[in-house]
């Protein structure tokens, strides 16, 4: 005997293969909606107004008044300087402490300029968390042959569902 027949009288002689199966209907008794609740992440603009101070910059700030100390500086510190040594050593210190007094004097003028004052909107994309319930199914109750059974189906079922019964020797 070959494989697919001893195969096939298997199938035929087990008790399935005798069952009868038949349709009836039931009685449904309740339906729960089964709710599954989602979040979604949803990208929101939020805005506000806010005043902010702005300085007024002069445009196109000169070195002039840096490079002049400097050189008023080293002038001065080459005049006191005795000797040659010490004159190199004197413009040195000299236009390092001339530049120092110029670019204090320049950050008064800086510091001196009149602040606006602006009331801008101001915006940012922050994440919002939103929920939504959706149901993704039913769990039914019917009631067939005096027992109730539960169930879970995708759509809402109507006054009565389909069984299958299937009947087989015992």
Same mark, same amino acid.
């Not at 000169?62 to 004197?90: C, D, E, F, Y």
């Not at 009149?114 to 199914?137: A, N, S, Y």
């Not at 067939?144 to 539960?150: A, I, L, M």
């Given at each position: 005997?070959?494989?697919?027949?001893?195969? &096939?009288?298997?199938?035929?002689?087990? =008790?399935?293969?005798?069952?009868?199966?038949?349709?009836?209907?039931?009685?449904?008794?309740?339906?729960?909606?089964?709710?599954?609740?989602?979040?979604?992440?949803?990208?929101?603009?939020?805005?506000?107004?806010? #005043?902010?101070?702005?300085?007024?910059?002069? &445009?196109?700030?000169?070195? #002039?008044?840096?490079?002049?100390?400097?050189?008023?500086?080293?002038?001065?510190? !080459?005049?006191?300087?005795?000797?040659?040594? !010490?004159?190199?050593?004197?413009?040195?210190?000299?236009?390092?402490?001339?530049?120092?007094?110029?670019?204090?004097?320049?950050?008064?003028?800086?510091?001196? #300029? =009149?602040?606006?004052?602006?009331?801008?909107?101001?915006?940012?994309?922050?994440?919002?968390? #939103?929920?939504?319930?959706?149901?993704?199914?039913?769990?039914?109750?019917?009631?067939?042959?005096?027992?109730?059974?539960?169930?879970?189906?995708?759509?809402?079922?109507?006054?009565?569902?389909?069984?299958?019964?299937?009947?087989?020797?015992?």
């Amino acid at each position: 005997m070959s494989k697919s027949t001893v195969l &096939a009288l298997a199938l035929a002689l087990t =008790p399935t293969a005798f069952a009868d199966v038949q349709y009836a209907e039931a009685e449904v008794v309740d339906v729960e909606p089964i709710v599954e609740r989602i979040e979604y992440v949803v990208p929101k603009e939020q805005c506000w107004f806010e #005043t902010r101070a702005y300085r007024s910059h002069r &445009a196109g700030r000169s070195a #002039t008044t840096p490079l002049v100390g400097a050189l008023i500086g080293g002038a001065i510190g !080459n005049a006191v300087g005795h000797g040659k040594r !010490n004159k190199q050593v004197g413009a040195v210190i000299g236009a390092v402490l001339g530049g120092s007094i110029a670019h204090d004097i320049s950050s008064r003028e800086a510091h001196a #300029t =009149p602040v606006r004052r602006v009331r801008q909107e101001v915006c940012e994309v922050v994440d919002k968390k #939103t929920f939504r319930e959706r149901v993704t199914g039913y769990l039914v109750t019917y009631r067939y042959g005096g027992e109730t059974h539960r169930a879970r189906m995708a759509r809402e079922p109507g006054e009565t569902i389909r069984v299958r019964i299937r009947v087989s020797p015992a």
